[in-house]
């Protein structure tokens, strides 16, 4: 072959050989870029699927919430679950449970423990206080003005430590308790009224410092004689009804409840064997000169003037 030959070939062998590695290069590039599409692709498909994933994630997130999420700003609280719960059984237990003890049990044994010893105790004590234990007849201490001291025999004729009186009446409409109320007299010597000792309204009863000086001496009816305030005492501690200084009054502890303060009002001056009497009967009048009188008549079969046991007879 000829050297031009020769040279021809070797040149279209070097040709052919670099046109073959350029084929070779240009197939591996689109081979890369092919890769590299599906890669692409697989990426949209994968975030196209990661996105209809979030997609359903959100969807069950908003449906279901989950116990540790947090609500949404704009959201009501989820007060279907625990305040219902807490509001309907916890407040239902406290209200109905806590409250209905203590109104009932407290309420109960306060208002009914405390109100009937406070009842009971002072409404006992207070009526025992002041009105003392019923009589036979059921009745109880007189107030101020329901009796009054109506008559008083301060120096009679007869022996004056023997047959002094005194009357009482009822001006109230029930009967009304002496027992337990004090006699006193002007020097402050004092008598309890002791037993039971009744007097009814309307009547006139006798106190005398001797029932044998009474009926014997100045022949005073036993029937309106109620009692004796000179039994079991001495003649130094006996009331003593004074001639010149003398009064006698009826109290209930220290509530004067009837007077007769005589000697004050100037009854004493030559009022001798005769009582004087009271013709207004009521507390106020017997504070008033004007409202007692000297009696002017004697009683049957007595030898001093007075009504023992009767109504006034001044005119």
């Known amino acids: 072959m000829r050297p031009s030959t020769l040279r021809h070939a070797a040149l279209f062998s070097v040709l052919l050989a670099s046109t073959a590695g350029v084929i070779v290069q240009g197939c591996a590039t689109s081979e890369t870029d092919s890769i590299d599409d599906e890669e692409s692709m697989s990426s ?3 975030t196209k699927d990661g996105s209809k994933q979030n997609a359903s994630d959100a969807k069950s997130d908003t ?15 989820d007060a279907d ?3 219902g719960t807490d509001s309907g059984t916890d407040a239902g237990k ?11 049990t407290d309420s109960g044994t306060d208002s009914g423990t405390d109100a009937g010893k406070d009842a009971g105790t002072d409404s006992g004590t207070d009526a025992g206080a002041d009105a003392g234990d019923p009589g036979p007849g059921g009745s109880v201490l007189p107030l101020q003005g329901e009796v009054v001291i109506s008559e008083v025999m301060f120096d009679p004729s007869t022996d004056d430590n023997t047959t002094e009186w005194f009357e009482v009446y009822n001006a109230s409409a029930q009967p009304k308790l002496l027992s337990g109320l004090t006699i006193e007299d002007y020097n402050g010597r004092k008598a309890t009224i002791k037993g039971t000792l009744e007097i009814q309204p309307g009547a006139y009863i006798l106190f005398v410092n001797s029932l044998a000086g009474a009926t014997n001496t100045a022949k005073i009816p036993a029937s309106v004689i109620a009692y004796d305030y000179g039994v079991g005492t001495t003649q130094n501690t ?4 004074g001639n010149t200084n003398g009064s006698v009054v009826l109290k209930n502890g220290t509530t004067e409840i009837a007077r007769a303060k005589y000697s004050t009002l100037g009854l004493t001056s030559g009022n001798v064997n005769q009582s004087v009497q009271l013709k207004v009967l009521t507390y106020v009048a017997a504070a008033d000169k004007t409202k007692w009188c000297q009696s002017p008549n004697k009683w049957p079969g007595g030898a001093d003037k007075g009504t023992p046991g009767a109504a006034c007879d001044c005119p």
């Not at 006996?238 to 009804?241: R, S, T």
Request: no cysteine; aromatic share 0%.
């Open 44 to 46: 949209d498909a994968s």
């Open 238 to 241: 006996v009331i003593q009804l």
């Open 81 to 83: 679950v625990d305040p």
């Open 63 to 77: 449906l279901i919430p989950t116990k540790d999420a947090q609500p949404d700003p704009g959201e009501e609280p």
């Open 94 to 104: 406290d209200s109905g449970t806590d409250a209905g003890k203590d109104s009932g």
